[in-house]
């Protein structure tokens, strides 16, 4: 039976999504015989998927790193997010050293954030 373009919309996979347990993906390594999903709960383990190529494609790519470094950021302390934002983004960096275009975000990302004690967000009212 021939699917209308509604059904198909509908039926869309999600290539990448935020959740509570972490950055959710299709592992394209898998497809097109299986559908399956890992789920990344780290700046590492999504490093690991770019690397290994769980997720493929440009913008899916640079999602994925974007997502990796909110993870890193979460779970790190304030105190040392200043030393490991670099950590962070070097490592998701080198995932792909051939597509440097794919991480430009990351690179001008933590370019901005660096120091971190120095936003004012970070700052205390009467500083």
């Given at each position: 039976?021939?699917?209308s373009r509604m059904n198909l919309l509908t039926e869309m996979v999600e290539t990448i999504q935020?959740?509570?347990?972490?950055v959710v993906m299709i592992?394209?390594?898998?497809?097109?015989?299986?559908e399956a999903y890992v789920t990344c709960g780290t700046y590492e383990e999504v490093a690991t998927a770019i690397r290994?190529?769980?997720?493929?494609?440009?913008?899916?790519?640079?999602v994925a790193a974007a997502m990796g470094v909110?993870?890193?950021?979460?779970?790190?302390?304030?105190?040392?997010?200043?030393?490991?934002?670099?950590t962070i983004c070097?490592?998701?960096?080198?995932t792909r050293p051939t597509a440097v275009n794919l991480f430009w975000p990351s690179t001008a990302c933590s370019a901005c954030?660096?120091?971190?004690?120095a936003c004012?967000?970070?700052?205390?009212?009467?500083?």
């Open positions: 039976m021939p699917h935020w959740t509570d347990g972490g592992d394209q390594t898998r497809l097109p015989l299986e290994d190529m769980i997720i493929r494609g440009a913008p899916a790519i640079g909110a993870l890193g950021v979460l779970h790190t302390d304030e105190q040392l997010l200043d030393a490991q934002m670099v070097d490592t998701l960096a080198k954030t660096l120091p971190c004690a004012p967000s970070r700052r205390s009212a009467g500083g």
